[in-house]
């Protein structure tokens, strides 16, 4: 925080809101160091962000704490609340506040999407569902199985699997015509009136599910086993087998149920709030996953379901299918029931049913998500709390000042001076946090580590509204260490602690190829011996995949950046060629070489290259050639 005193930052702030309209919109609150860390929505902004300096209002832990870090309120204004409702879905989706009830996106299940928007539509694999034409099946468990199903869809139907871009390039069929999986409408040998009826006959398959057709394909399959067509039977295997995964595991609720079904509960103390979501279509039950958030207490006297659970909702159905029907435990009021009516009306969902008072199937359905609430909580808590007794053994081993939440872990990579990047990973409770990663296109470009690693932290650092690191994690041994404290002290930023972690040493012997290892060692400021850890031990394992991670990220991003100067053509300089002239051009003449070589009369008669543009650019190749 700035050294503006608490109580004019709070008048300033008060002063702020005082100027805010009467009118629904949302209002994004920031620390000192212009980081958004919490977005809310409002019918009334200046009512609804004045409570929050009211000291009679709200007594909540999370709220004290949250006015005590913000430094400044931005408003945007909408024209209805329903908007505001929507507009605040996508903030938190998009800046993460650190006070929101939020959801992470590495729960994203695989749906199988259908593409009606296309002429000739086909069958994709989705990781989120979209306001858009497309048919959703889903959500599904396995992204192996969906493909797997897509896959005999396209076989047995005859549906098209190729990309539209693809599909429209193409002047005479492909190998998937020849072989006789697809109809190439690519080139108009199926009309849209025969493929669509193929179509239809694949989405029927996928609604209701055929349990003969399963017998079918094994009979086939077994039929081409014995017949020694090995590679038949190995693939019809595989379609059973992705077949099987999504029908089999699938559990009746009801038979006569047409219908489509979430089933949303919620299970939480003091140690956070577990959300289980059960997916039911057709009156099958066919998923379920759940979303674990550790901020969150709903036990606490202050909160209210209409404010948490209402936030997951408009969330959680950004990305996932807006069922038919969603049935959960809490009582949010009429006026509330109506905006997320009118919310999901916005979304492309204009009749919905929204249930809290349930009984018969609805209530044991309700009862079946509670219970698997409750069972993964306690796994997800145990989780946790392992990983937090891992964080104080390194705080207590590496003599840190608190327990290190947030670990950030630094690597470089270069080849000899060139394509010099680095590596930023973050740990946050032991776990990584990918929307904090960074990769860095080092300015210096040469083989100095200290001169890298001082780019890299200077760059890093003056982020202010990135929280600060409670450890920073360096990949080598003393050396390293050493640099990196000089590093901070030329910054002035001695205050964030720093270890570095050495790898293994081994010891082959010349005669046996048995190979012994040490442990990793931890080098720390001002100790002249390393520090070790228990091989195989949590806190070992949370410091060892950091630097394995950091690698990785660094690595491939190398990679990345050599692989694209190897490949850079010749023809990147060139004026007047453009990516379809240059496409075109290698297409025609398929090297530079042969380009260089040409005239230009010949030059010209690619699409696109007029004589005196083929001039130009065998001049210039010309001078290219004379400089190299």
């Known amino acids: ?25 949302v209002y994004l609150m920031k ?59 996508s903030l938190i989706k998009k800046y993460r506040p650190r006070y929101n009830i939020r959801l992470k996106d590495d729960k994203s299940y695989p749906y199988i999407r259908c593409s009606l928007e296309d002429n000739f539509p086909r069958f994709y694999l989705a990781r989120s569902v979209r306001n858009n034409k497309s048919l959703y099946f889903g959500p599904y468990t396995s992204s192996y199985t969906v493909r797997g199903t897509i896959e005999y869809l396209n076989e047995k139907y005859k549906i098209r699997d190729c990309t539209n871009s693809y599909m429209k390039s193409r002047t005479r069929p492909c190998l998937t015509h020849q072989i006789h999986r697809c109809k190439a409408p690519c080139v108009d040998f199926v009309s849209k009136e025969e493929y669509g009826k193929d179509l239809q006959e694949s989405l029927v398959f996928l609604k209701k599910e055929k349990k003969s057709e399963l017998k079918r394909i094994e009979k086939t399959m077994l039929e081409a086993s014995e ?114 009516k009118d919310l999901f009306l916005e979304r492309g969902k204009p009749k919905i049913v929204l249930s809290h008072v349930v009984q018969g199937d609805k209530k044991k359905l309700l009862e079946l998500a509670l219970k698997n609430a409750e069972n993964n909580f306690k796994k997800t808590v ?17 003599h840190l000042p608190k327990i290190p939440y947030r670990i950030e872990c630094y690597d470089i990579s270069h080849m000899q001076g060139t394509d010099v990047v680095a590596s930023q990973v973050v740990f946050e409770g032991g776990v990584e946090n990918k929307d904090e990663y960074r990769r860095y296109k080092l300015k210096t470009q040469q083989n100095d580590d200290f001169a ?52 293994a040493r081994t010891q082959t012997g010349f005669q046996k190829k048995s190979v012994t290892s040490t442990q990793e060692r931890f080098f720390i400021p001002g100790r002249s011996n390393p520090v070790t850890f228990r091989a195989g031990s949590e806190a070992f394992k ?37 990516p379809k002239r240059k496409k075109a051009l290698l297409a025609y003449f398929e090297s530079v070489e042969k380009i260089k070589n040409s005239d230009a009369r010949t030059l010209a008669e690619v699409p696109g290259i007029s004589l005196e543009l083929a001039k130009k650019i065998l001049g210039q190749l010309q001078d290219e050639t004379v400089k190299n």
């Open 1 to 25: 925080m700035s050294t503006e005193k608490k109580s004019d930052r709070i008048e300033r702030l008060k002063q702020r809101v005082s100027e805010m309209p009467k009118t629904p919109g």
């Open 542 to 578: 949370i410091l060892v995949q950091l630097r394995d991670e950091a690698h990785r990220f660094a690595i491939s991003f190398h990679r990345l950046l050599r692989s694209k100067r190897l490949t850079t053509s010749e023809l990147d300089h060139l004026q007047g060629v453009g």
């Open 227 to 340: 017949q020694e067509r090995y590679e038949l039977a190995a693939k019809l295997r595989d379609q059973l087998k992705s077949l099987r995964s999504i029908w089999e595991k699938q559990v009746v609720i009801h038979h006569k149920k047409t219908i489509d079904q979430d089933v949303i509960a919620a299970f939480g103390d003091e140690r956070g709030t577990l959300f289980e979501t059960l997916h039911v279509r057709s009156g099958q039950l066919i998923g379920q996953r759940h979303y674990f958030l550790k901020n969150l207490k709903i036990n606490e006297d202050n909160e209210d379901p209409r404010e948490w659970f209402t936030s997951f909702l408009t969330q959680y159905y950004v990305d996932n299918v807006i069922p038919d029907e969603i049935i959960f435990p809490y009582d949010l009021g009429s006026d509330i029931t109506k905006l997320l």
């Open 452 to 503: 890298n690693m001082k780019e890299v932290l200077e760059r890093r650092l003056k982020h202010t509204e990135y929280e600060d690191p409670d450890l920073i994690l360096i990949d080598g041994g003393k050396g390293q260490l050493n640099i990196c404290v000089k590093v901070l002290q030329e910054l002035g930023r001695e205050d964030i602690p720093i270890t570095s972690i050495a790898k």
């Open 31 to 89: 620390n000192s160091g212009g980081k958004v860390i919490y977005v809310g929505k409002a019918k009334n902004l200046r009512n609804r962000v004045r409570s929050y300096f009211n000291k009679s209002s709200d007594k909540r832990v999370k709220t004290v704490y949250l006015v005590s870090h913000i430094d400044s309120i931005e408003t945007m204004l909408t024209n209805t609340e329903v908007e505001a409702f929507l507009l605040e879905a």
């Open 382 to 398: 145990s989780k946790v709390e392992s990983r937090t007794e891992a964080l104080k053994l390194i705080q207590a081993k590496l």
